[in-house]
């Protein structure tokens, strides 16, 4: 278990293992969710990982648009498996 300390800017510094573990680097994104009583964390994929992806849609997105999807996309996708 690791542990974290809430600065008065309401921040926290992640513990070294948490992110060897995520294989965090700086500007990644985390999501946070809620699981019962507890609230887990976890990386958000990059964009970059899905370019291309959407190259023959006729419909087109915003960066906005698709870093939201994907959040509530991760979210329900979280939850689904615990």
Do not use: C
């Not at 992110?19 to 994104?29: E, G, N, T």
């Amino acid at each position: 278990m690791e542990y974290a300390t809430l600065t008065k800017q309401n921040q926290i510094t992640v513990p070294i293992k948490v992110r060897d573990k995520l294989k965090l680097k700086p500007s990644d994104r985390l999501v946070f969710y809620e699981s019962g009583e507890t609230i887990k964390v976890s990386k958000l994929k990059s964009l970059d990982d899905f370019k291309g992806l959407l190259k023959d849609s006729k419909i087109k997105l915003n960066k906005q648009m698709i870093e939201s999807a994907w959040t509530e996309r991760h979210i329900i996708n979280e939850k689904k498996n615990n």
